[in-house]
C-alpha cells in the first residue's frame, strides 16, 4: 500500500498541483497576470540571467526527456560500450554541474527568506545528488532507466500505474525518483514558477492578438473545427474500446517465461493447461504441476526458488488473470481445443513472451469475425456431410451460444 501511494498515487497529486496551483497564481486575477512579467523579470534579474548550472539542468532535463520519447534508439545507442560511456559520463559531468549551481543559488534564496524556493532548491539538490549517487554505485543507469523507469511512466500515462516496476530497484533510485516528485509538488509554489509561466503567458498574448485580425478569427473557426472533429474520433475510437483490454500485461508473483518454457523447451500447452482440454476453462496450472518439472532439475534462479518457497509452505500463488472476459459472456475451451483451433489463435503467439499479454481484442465482433471466416455453423444448419464427419463446431453466429 505505501509503495503504491508513493509511486502509484503522488505523481497524479504531484500534476494536479502543477496545473491547478500554477494556473491560479499566475492568471487568477488581472493584478496577478500583470505581476507575472515583473516578478519573472525580477527573478531573472536576481540570478544574473543564464549560467552554466541552468544549461546543465536544461540538458539533464531533456536527456530523459529524449530517453523517455525515444528508448528504442538509446538502446541501440548503449549497445556500443564506447558510446554508453560517453552518454553516462555527460551526464554525470552535467548533474555535477547542476548539483553545484544549485548549491550556490540556496544562499541567496536562504537570505531572502523564501521558504518555498529554498524547500524546491533543496529537493532539487536531493534529487541530483540522488541521482549521482546512483549513477556512481550503479552504473549504467540508462540501461535500466530504458527497461524499467520508461514502462513506468507510461503506466502511468495510461492510468494503469504498475509500481511493481519501481519497488524493486535500489533506494538510492527510489529516492532519485520521489525527490523529483515532491520538487514538482513544490515547484507552483515557489517564485520559479514565475518564470516558467511567462514564455506561456506571452504565447497566449500573442494568440489573443492574432485572434482579433480577420486571419486570426478564419484560423480560429477553422482550428475549433478541426478540435471538434479530433474529438469526435477519439471519443468514438475510446467508446469502441470500453473493455477491451489489448495489450494488458500484468506483472505476475513469480516472473514466469512461456518464451523459455513453451518456445525454448518445447513445453505443450496442454501440459500445464490441462484443463482446456475438457473444461470450458483453460485454468491456471497449480504448483504441482511446475514441480513436476522443478522437483527433478536443478535450476539456479531466484524465482523457482520462490516457487518451491511457496510449495514449502503451502501458500498458494496468487497470479493475475490476463484474459478476462464479461461475466454475461459464455466461452468453452473444451469446444475450440477439441475442434482444432491453436492457442495462439486467440492468445496470439505465446511462445515468444516473456511477460504474457493479451494479444487479440476479445470483442464480440472479433469472435463473429472468426466464426465467419472459419464458417462456423450451428447443428441445425449443417449439411449432412458434416454432421457425419464431425469436424464443424457448433455455435456460429447465434446469440445464445454466448449469451444466454
Known sequence: MRDFLLF??????????????????????PAR??????????????????????????????????????????????QVPARLLVLEASGFVLGLATFAGLAVRFRGVWRRGAVADALLLTLGALAIGSGLAAAALYRWGSDWYALSLLPWFRSLLAFHPDVSLVVALPPLVKLHLLAGIAAAAV?????????????????????????????????TAVAELAMIV????????????????????????????????????????LYCHFAAEKSRHAGIPPAGVC??????????????????????????????KVHNLPDFVYFNHSQHVTAGVACQR???????????????????????????????????????????????????????????
Not at 544574473?48 to 541501440?76: D, E, I, K
Not at 534462479?301 to 510449495?311: G, I, P, T
Not at 472479433?366 to 462456423?376: A, F, P
Not at 449443417?382 to 447465434?398: F, I, K, N
Request: charged residues 15%; hydrophobic residues 45%; glycine residues 10%.
Open 230 to 269: 479530433v474529438i469526435g474520433v477519439l471519443l468514438t475510437g475510446a467508446l469502441r474500446r470500453v473493455g477491451v483490454s489489448q495489450g494488458y500485461a500484468p506483472s505476475q508473483p513469480i516472473a514466469f517465461s512461456h518464451r523459455l518454457h513453451a518456445g525454448t523447451y518445447h513445453v505443450p500447452c
Open 8 to 29: 502509484g498515487i503522488s505523481p497524479y497529486l504531484t500534476a494536479a498541483l502543477l496545473v491547478c496551483v500554477t494556473a491560479w497564481r499566475c492568471l487568477a486575477s
Open 291 to 320: 514441480m513436476n518439472c522443478h522437483g527433478q532439475l536443478r535450476v539456479a534462479s531466484s524465482e523457482v526458488e520462490r516457487l518451491k518457497e511457496a510449495v514449502a509452505q503451502v501458500r498458494p500463488i496468487r497470479w493475475t
Open 33 to 78: 497576470r500583470a505581476a507575472l512579467s515583473a516578478a519573472g523579470a525580477g527573478d531573472a534579474r536576481s540570478s544574473g540571467g543564464p549560467s552554466l548550472w541552468r544549461w546543465s539542468l536544461g540538458l539533464v532535463l531533456l536527456g530523459h526527456a529524449v530517453a523517455f520519447l525515444l528508448p528504442r534508439p538509446l538502446m541501440l545507442w548503449n
Open 187 to 219: 515547484l507552483p509554489f515557489s517564485g520559479a514558477v514565475y518564470v516558467l509561466a511567462r514564455p506561456v503567458v506571452r504565447l497566449g498574448r500573442l494568440a489573443a492578438a492574432l485572434a482579433a485580425s480577420a486571419p486570426g478569427r478564419v484560423a
Open 346 to 404: 486467440c492468445h496470439g503467439p505465446v511462445e515468444t513472451m516473456d511477460r504474457v499479454r493479451q494479444v487479440s481484442p476479445l470483442t464480440m465482433g472479433w469472435c463473429l469475425g472468426c466464426h465467419r471466416q472459419e464458417e462456423v455453423v450451428p447443428p441445425s444448419q449443417r449439411s449432412a456431410v458434416a454432421r457425419t464427419a464431425g469436424h464443424v463446431a457448433s455455435g456460429g453466429l447465434d446469440c445464445g451460444k454466448c449469451h444466454y
